[in-house]
């Protein structure tokens, strides 16, 4: 589902690289916990296979396509078509609506109009928030806004969900019920799962962990 190989990147400016020849492959069905430092590289990593930074050396392969290859239209369909992305930083838009804002990624993906509201409303459900599509983001505090993202994540049904520390501001009963629902939906749909965290409890539960450090990633 996702094959990285001999992948480097180096921030410009930067003295040394983020990390240099990783390699990781992961099946579909497969939830992959990656672990690792402050500061060691996972976001970056996140990032260059949603190609949202661009490595030096190295292949990205997402649904037979090399994300490093594509030019900026290809990636962002290729993105479209088969990424979910849960941000750090939620990344909601505060002037679209809770339900406007899970719609972003089926208007990207060309999904038909048609199916918008039961997808959205269905998510919306999952993630216990099933009155609040017409909210504005501004009124929802941190946990209800990274159940947003979650939701967003998943509406167009990727082939691979990358998840930057997605229970990170849930309180304990919460983070369970959201990676209880990433880990079914994944599943469900055949795709294939990163998720970067910092809580042992979501790592175990997990097919696997890799842990980045300043020498690469190991098992
Ligand atoms: N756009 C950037 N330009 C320069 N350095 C960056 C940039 N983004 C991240 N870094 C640096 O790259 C390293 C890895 O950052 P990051 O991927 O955010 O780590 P993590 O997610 O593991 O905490 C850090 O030293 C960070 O300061
Ligand atoms: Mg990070």
Not at 119 to 141: D, H, K, M, N
Not at 180 to 194: D, G, I, P, T, Y
């Amino acid at each position: 589902m996702l094959t990285i190989t001999h992948l480097s990147k180096q921030h410009t400016s930067a003295a040394r690289p983020v990390f240099s020849d990783l390699n990781l492959a992961i099946a579909s069905s497969e939830v992959v916990a990656l672990v690792g430092e402050s500061g060691v590289g996972k976001s970056t990593l996140l990032n260059c296979i949603a190609g949202l930074e661009t490595p030096e050396t190295g292949s990205i392969l997402i649904a037979q396509q090399d994300m490093v290859r594509l030019d900026e239209a290809a990636r962002a369909a290729l993105r479209a078509r088969s990424i979910g992305f849960v941000f750090q930083a939620f990344h909601i838009l505060p002037t679209l609506t809770v339900a406007q804002n899970i719609a972003v990624p089926l208007l990207l993906s060309k999904i038909p109009l048609t199916e918008h509201a039961d997808r959205i409303q269905t998510l919306l459900e999952r993630v216990g928030l099933s009155q609040f599509g017409s909210r504005w983001p501004a009124s929802l505090s941190g946990g209800e806004l990274q159940r947003v993202a979650i939701a967003r994540a998943l509406v167009h049904h990727p082939t691979l969900l990358l998840a930057d520390e997605p229970t990170g501001n849930l309180d304990p009963r919460t983070a369970e019920e959201i990676l209880n629902l990433l880990l079914e939906r994944v599943r469900a749909q055949n795709a294939a799962a990163l998720i970067v965290t910092h809580s042992h409890q979501v790592a175990q539960r997990c097919d696997r962990i890799l842990t980045l450090t300043a020498e690469g990633l190991r098992a």
